[in-house]
């Protein structure tokens, strides 16, 4: 928001009425016409943790209070883990790679994690020197004894823009104000025209104070650096605090948190898909939509008599949770909003008696019965996904304005089911979520008998070892910073695995990488602090033999993945 122009919002009539036009000036224009200029930053997390806080309301009869929430171990150690799909900020896999070696204990690590992984810190070449010293493998040292007081709390290393500034004061004679500038400076559009204009006075002011050499460049360098975005601390406590929030309703609320989090996008780093199969594994139950009991969004509801309670898989930290989520029928393609809240209207008038009454009542088009079929939205009818498409294309002759039971041909012949293969890629043509098993899950012997691991086994695995695994693509990403490196993360049932592909590996397989939506990874493991890698030695597309329509998955997988 920093880089975008302010706007003075003024209603039309208004302006009309007092003869004033509406202008437009650039942010910089602003101040320097002494004008006061502020920032209004929307973060789609707090909508996200308003309605997880009104859920727990609802259904566990519990006031949250965020701001007095407690400090607990057990939080901080699942992110310490990295369990952190879904968490705000921490989520990224650089963030994830981070987390297992900083080891957040208190909420000033967070302060830290939030602003170290970035580019300015990236850039300034501050990340990996904290982290060892954090780990105690590298002494806290100085560049120069003046700077100890402004970097003492980061062992040494410069992190935020507070530090820079004091730092520039502390070396350079800086004033208050020339320190301002430099803030300005570092946070500017032209940050690196207006920091370089300032080199010369930083060079100078270090100079007088005997600060010369290879030491003067070295502490310009990481000042510049800075150009390249560096977060105030001020600003990295208010995102800490979101993320402890966030990761303290992930633990005691998962249903909740999956739940708020499915009504809130799009947000975050991961797809709804991801969001889902992240919560089964903290023991959330995930309920197909119901023209029945579904709202409009994503609810809440009772866990049925024979599944009480539901507990996370092993390894996984969240508490039991005695609720599921029902998507809400708002997430079915090709059914309007409208549409979604007249179903909602009508129920609660009179209860449906079948499928024609439904398609009657609410004015639902073909296009959106044959989505609600598709999804297994129809069930309580008595149809099968199959039966209520068949249903649906009699149905084009029913509306409000004629009379019940007039509609032939809505009975389907014998029809044979959809296997599971079948079922995933309905639901993520229809939903965008594959609501059952993981397709990966479903052929695990399959891969087991050709010794490709699991993700949750890759993280047991001796170091340097050469291990194959596979899963769903969910993230590809070749950072500026990386020098040519590709990241991807590959997605099976047990969890995430973080794949780096050097840039010769990807120029090799680049066809293979970039377009399939299933992979089978050769690569060596590599261990460090508590991170398992896995460096890519070589890739092959992967469709499992039981997917009988391999192109209509992977194109419903495309076609509502929304990153």
């Known amino acids: 928001m920093a880089d975008r122009p302010i706007v003075e919002y003024v209603p039309v009539e208004w302006a009309r009425m007092k003869n004033r036009s509406i202008l437009q000036w650039d942010k910089d224009d602003c101040a320097a016409a002494g004008l006061v200029k502020f920032d209004l930053l929307g973060l789609g997390m707090l909508t996200m943790l308003h309605r997880a806080v009104d859920l727990i309301a609802k259904h566990s009869a519990t006031v949250v209070d965020l701001a007095v929430i407690p400090q607990e171990d057990e939080v901080y150690e699942l992110l310490c883990r990295a369990d952190t799909v879904g968490v705000f900020q921490v989520e990224s896999r650089a963030q994830m790679q981070t987390l297992p070696r900083l080891a957040p204990r208190c909420f000033y690590d967070l302060v830290v994690e939030v602003a170290l992984i970035r580019p300015g810190p990236i850039q300034g070449q501050s990340v990996h020197p904290y982290l060892r010293r954090r780990s105690g493998r590298?002494?806290?040292?100085?560049?120069?004894?003046?700077?100890?007081?402004?970097?003492?709390?980061?062992?040494?290393?410069?992190?935020?823009?507070?530090?820079?500034?004091?730092?520039?004061?502390?070396?350079?004679?800086?004033?208050?104000?020339?320190?301002?500038?430099?803030?300005?400076?570092?946070?500017?559009?032209?940050?690196?025209?207006?920091m370089a204009a300032m080199r010369i006075r930083l060079l100078e002011g270090m100079a007088r104070r005997g600060i010369i050499g290879d030491v003067a460049e070295e502490i310009a360098q990481k000042m510049e650096a800075f150009a390249d975005f560096g977060f105030p601390e001020s600003h990295s406590v208010s995102f800490a605090f979101l993320v402890y929030s966030s990761s303290w309703i992930k633990l005691h609320y998962p249903a909740e948190f999956v739940c708020a989090l499915l009504n809130s996008q799009p947000m975050g780093f991961y797809s709804q898909n991801s969001i889902i199969h992240d919560g089964k594994r903290h023991g959330v139950m995930v309920n197909p939509p119901d023209v029945f009991v579904s709202e409009v969004e994503s609810s809440l509801?009772?866990?049925?008599?024979?599944?009480?309670?539901?507990?996370?898989?092993?390894?996984?930290?969240?508490?039991?949770?005695?609720?599921?989520?029902?998507?809400?029928?708002?997430?079915?393609?090709?059914?309007?909003?409208?549409?979604?809240?007249?179903?909602?209207?009508?129920?609660?008038?009179?209860?449906?008696?079948?499928?024609?009454?439904?398609?009657?009542?609410?004015?639902?088009?073909?296009?959106?019965?044959?989505?609600?079929?598709?999804?297994?939205?129809?069930?309580?009818?008595?149809?099968?996904?199959?039966?209520?498409?068949?249903?649906?294309?009699?149905?084009?002759?029913?509306?409000?304005?004629?009379?019940?039971?007039?509609?032939?041909?809505?009975?389907?012949?014998?029809?044979?089911?959809?296997?599971?293969?079948?079922?995933?890629?309905?639901?993520?043509?229809?939903?965008?979520?594959?609501?059952?098993?993981?397709?990966?899950?479903?052929?695990?012997?399959?891969?087991?008998?050709?010794?490709?691991?699991?993700?949750?086994?890759?993280?047991?695995?001796?170091?340097?070892?050469?291990?194959?695994?596979?899963?769903?693509?969910?993230?590809?990403?070749?950072?500026?910073?990386?020098?040519?490196?590709?990241?991807?993360?590959?997605?099976?049932?047990?969890?995430?695995?973080?794949?780096?592909?050097?840039?010769?590996?990807?120029?090799?397989?680049?066809?293979?990488?970039?377009?399939?939506?299933?992979?089978?990874?050769?690569?060596?493991?590599?261990?460090?602090?508590?991170?398992?890698?896995?460096m890519a030695h070589r890739f092959r597309s992967w469709h499992p033999e039981q997917i009988r329509d391999r192109a209509r998955y992977e194109d419903a997988l495309k076609s509502r993945n929304f990153r």
């Open 301 to 534: 509801e009772g866990r049925p008599e024979t599944d009480p309670i539901g507990y996370p898989a092993a390894g996984w930290l969240a508490d039991p949770s005695s609720h599921a989520v029902r998507i809400g029928l708002g997430e079915v393609r090709n059914l309007s909003e409208d549409g979604a809240a007249r179903i909602v209207e009508q129920r609660r008038l009179t209860p449906f008696v079948d499928v024609e009454d439904l398609a009657r009542r609410c004015g639902l088009r073909v296009p959106e019965l044959e989505a609600l079929s598709t999804a297994g939205a129809l069930s309580r009818f008595g149809l099968s996904r199959r039966e209520g498409l068949w249903a649906s294309g009699a149905l084009r002759d029913a509306s409000p304005d004629k009379l019940p039971g007039l509609v032939q041909g809505i009975a389907a012949p014998r029809l044979p089911g959809m296997d599971d293969f079948e079922e995933i890629t309905a639901d993520l043509w229809s939903i965008g979520m594959a609501l059952g098993e993981h397709p990966v899950g479903l052929v695990r012997s399959d891969l087991d008998e050709s010794g490709i691991v699991s993700n949750a086994t890759l993280a047991l695995q001796t170091d340097r070892s050469i291990v194959e695994v596979a899963g769903v693509v969910t993230h590809r990403q070749r950072p500026s910073t990386a020098g040519g490196v590709v990241f991807l993360s590959l997605e099976d049932e047990t969890g995430l695995a973080n794949i780096i592909c050097v840039e010769p590996v990807w120029k090799r397989y680049r066809k293979i990488a970039r377009d399939s939506t299933m992979l089978i990874v050769q690569g060596r493991v590599e261990r460090q602090d508590g991170v398992v890698n896995l």
């Open 138 to 194: 590298e002494e806290v040292t100085y560049l120069h004894p003046l700077l100890e007081p402004s970097l003492r709390k980061t062992l040494g290393i410069p992190i935020f823009q507070e530090q820079l500034m004091q730092m520039a004061i502390d070396v350079a004679g800086f004033s208050a104000g020339e320190a301002d500038q430099l803030r300005q400076a570092m946070g500017s559009k032209r940050s690196r025209e207006r």
